[in-house]
C-alpha cells in the first residue's frame, strides 16, 4: 500500500532562514506528489506538485521541491521563510494505477516561524 | 463563486443523533472524495466516487453513507454518531489531469 512519511512533527524557523520540510513516499511505481499547507481553520491549499519531467518544481510562495527517486524522497524547500508561512504542511502521492487516484497523506509537519 | 462547497462549516451534535453534510463541486470534475482529518491533523481517504458510482470505501463504519445524487454532489449522511466521529470532514474533487480541488471543511463535534 502507498505511504508517506514526514519524519518531522514540529519545525520552529526564524523568520528569513531557510526551510527544508522533509517527505518520503513508499511504492515502486512513478508517483505524483503534492505538497499542500493547512492554514489554522482553514482548508488545504496546493504549493506544486510533481508528475514528470524536470525534478525541481516550483510553486506559489516562493517554495520550490525536489523529486530524488533514488531516495524515495520529494522535499519541500524555501530560502527565506515569512511569518505568514506558518502553517501545517502536508505531502501527499497518488499513483497512476492507485484505484480512483485517491491522495494518501503524510501526518504533517508544523511549521512555527520566530519573528 | 467557489469551486467546492460544504455545508455546513460547523456542526455540533449530541451522540446518537444523525447528520448529513453536503458537498457540491461546480468544476464539471468526475470524481469526488470524503477525507477525514482527525484531532492530529492525520488527513485519511474514507470514499470515493466516480461519475455517481462509489469506487472506494476505506474501512469505515457503515454508519458512514455517502449518496451522490448527480456528479456534482457528493453528500455524507452519519447514522448513530459517536464522540469518535468528531473531526473535520474535506470534500475534494478531481480533474482528469490530478487537479484536485478541496472544500474549506466541516468541522463536526458531537457532545
Known amino acids: 500500500a502507498q505511504s508517506v512519511t514526514q519524519p518531522d512533527i514540529h519545525i520552529t524557523v526564524s523568520e528569513g532562514a531557510s526551510l527544508e520540510l522533509r517527505c518520503n513516499y513508499s511504492y515502486g511505481a512513478t508517483p505524483y506528489l503534492f505538497w499542500y499547507v493547512q492554514s489554522p481553520g482553514q482548508g488545504l491549499q496546493l504549493l506544486l506538485k510533481?508528475?514528470?519531467?524536470?525534478?525541481l518544481v516550483q510553486g506559489i510562495k516562493g517554495f520550490e521541491a525536489e523529486f530524488k527517486r533514488s531516495q524515495s524522497s520529494f522535499n519541500l524547500r524555501k530560502p527565506s521563510v515569512h511569518w505568514s508561512d506558518a502553517a501545517e504542511y502536508f505531502c501527499a502521492v497518488t499513483y497512476s494505477g492507485a484505484g480512483s487516484y485517491q491522495l494518501t497523506f503524510g501526518k504533517g509537519t508544523k511549521l512555527s516561524v520566530i519573528p | 463563486d467557489t469551486a467546492v462547497s460544504q455545508t455546513p462549516k460547523y456542526l455540533v451534535t449530541q451522540m446518537g443523533n444523525d447528520k448529513s453534510i453536503k458537498c457540491e463541486q461546480n468544476l464539471g470534475h468526475d470524481t469526488m472524495y470524503w477525507y477525514k482529518q482527525d484531532s492530529k491533523k492525520f488527513l485519511k481517504i474514507m470514499f470515493s466516487y466516480n461519475n455517481k458510482e462509489l469506487i472506494i470505501n476505506e474501512t469505515v463504519p457503515n454508519r458512514f453513507s455517502p449518496k451522490s445524487p448527480d456528479k456534482a454532489h457528493l453528500n455524507l449522511h452519519i447514522n448513530s454518531l459517536e464522540l469518535g466521529d468528531s473531526a473535520v470532514y474535506f470534500c475534494a474533487s478531481m480533474s482528469g489531469t490530478y487537479g484536485y480541488t478541496f472544500g474549506s471543511g466541516t468541522r463536526l463535534t458531537v457532545v
Open positions: 510533481y508528475f514528470s519531467g524536470d525534478t
